[in-house]
C-alpha cells in the first residue's frame, strides 16, 4: 500500500574526474524505497539546478533537456495511475520495470502458507504473548480453511489477492451449514481469519480488503442460570469415569466461583486470603489479558 511517492532529477557523479558533463538520473521513491533510472541525458554540473531537477538557461539545449525530463516525469505518473488502477503495487520497482518497456512479474503469495507461518511464530510466543487457548483456535482456523479450500474450490491452497467479498460469504455459510458452528462462533472464527488479511494488508501482499463490506456482529445471547435445584443435582450425580467427575468438579467450580476461564489448580492456594474469618479467592483473570493482545 503505497503511504509516500516523490520523484527527482539529479546529476550522478561518475570515476572520470575530467568529465565536464555528468548524466542525468531519475530517482523515484516509494515508502522510503527508491530505484535510480538513466534518462540517458547529460549536463554541465555548472548549468544544473539541483533545487528544480533542471537545466538552467534559455538555450536551445536546456530547453531540449528540460521538455525531455518533463516527458519522463509525466510517464511516472501515468505509470503511478495504471498500477493503481489495475490493483497492482506502486513500488519503485514496478514504476522502474514500466518505464524501461517491461511487463511486471507478479509474485503470487499463497493463503495457507502465509496462515501457516503466522502459527510458526505464534507458537514460539505462546505463554508469553498469546495463550494455549489463542494458539488452538489459530490452528483451528487454519484446518477450516484448508478444509474449505477443498469443500469449495477442491485446491490445496489459493492466492491470496483471490480473496474476494464473496470467498469471505461462502467461508461464512460453510462454518455454518459443514461445521455446524452458531453465529457468534462463527464470527470469532473469522475475525482470526481476519488478522492473517490484515497482515497481508498491511506487507502490501494483498491489494483490496475482502472484509472491506462484511459486517461481523455477534448476536446477543440470553443464558439462563443454573437453579439451586439443578446445582445440587450435578453435585449429587456420581460418575464412573474419573475424568468425567474431574470436569464436574471444574464446572461446579466455575459455577460457584464466577470463574470462567480454567485455571491452574496448584495455583490456587495462592489467590486464598482470610478476611475478618472467611475465606476469599483472589484469582486475576490471566488468560483473558493474554489474549486481548
Not at 575530467?18 to 531519475?26: G, R, V
Request: proline share 2%; charged share 30%.
Amino acid at each position: 500500500m503505497e503511504k509516500s511517492f516523490g520523484l527527482f532529477f539529479h546529476l550522478k557523479t561518475t570515476r572520470n574526474k575530467k568529465a565536464t558533463e555528468l548524466p542525468i538520473y531519475l530517482c523515484i521513491t516509494v515508502n522510503r524505497a527508491s530505484r535510480e533510472v538513466s534518462t540517458k541525458m547529460k549536463c554541465d554540473p555548472l548549468k544544473w539546478n539541483a533545487t528544480a531537477g533542471r537545466v538552467e538557461g534559455k538555450t536551445q539545449y536546456a530547453k531540449s533537456v528540460n521538455d525531455y525530463l518533463d516527458i519522463i516525469e509525466r510517464k511516472v505518473y501515468e505509470i503511478r495511475k495504471q498500477l493503481l488502477d489495475n490493483d497492482q503495487p506502486v513500488t519503485a520497482e514496478n514504476i522502474k520495470t514500466k518505464l524501461h518497456g517491461d511487463e511486471i512479474k507478479k509474485e503470487v503469495y499463497m493463503l495457507l502458507k502465509i496462515f501457516q507461518r503466522h502459527n510458526e511464530q505464534m507458537a514460539e510466543l505462546v505463554g508469553r504473548e498469546f495463550s494455549k487457548g489463542t494458539f488452538t483456535r489459530y490452528k483451528t482456523v487454519y484446518s477450516f480453511t484448508v478444509s474449505f479450500l477443498q469443500w469449495k474450490y477442491k485446491v490445496t491452497d489459493i492466492d491470496i489477492n483471490q480473496l474476494d467479498y464473496e470467498f469471505i460469504s461462502e467461508f461464512e455459510f460453510w462454518l455454518k451449514s459443514v461445521r455446524k458452528c452458531n453465529h457468534n462462533t462463527t464470527m470469532q472464527y473469522l475475525r482470526n481469519f481476519n488478522k492473517i488479511v490484515n497482515h497481508c494488508l498491511r506487507s502490501g501482499r494483498l491489494s483490496k480488503n475482502p472484509f472491506i463490506q462484511f459486517k461481523m456482529r455477534d448476536r446477543e445471547v440470553e443464558r439462563t442460570a443454573l437453579s439451586e435445584k439443578e446445582l445440587q443435582n450435578m453435585m449429587d450425580q456420581q460418575f464412573l469415569i474419573e475424568r468425567l467427575t474431574v470436569v464436574k468438579d471444574i464446572f461446579l467450580f466455575s459455577c460457584f466461583t464466577g470463574l470462567s476461564n480454567p485455571v491452574d489448580p496448584t495455583k490456587l492456594d495462592e489467590g486464598v486470603s482470610k478476611i475478618r474469618g472467611a475465606l476469599f479467592l483472589f484469582y486475576g483473570d490471566v488468560w483473558s489479558v493474554i489474549e486481548s493482545k
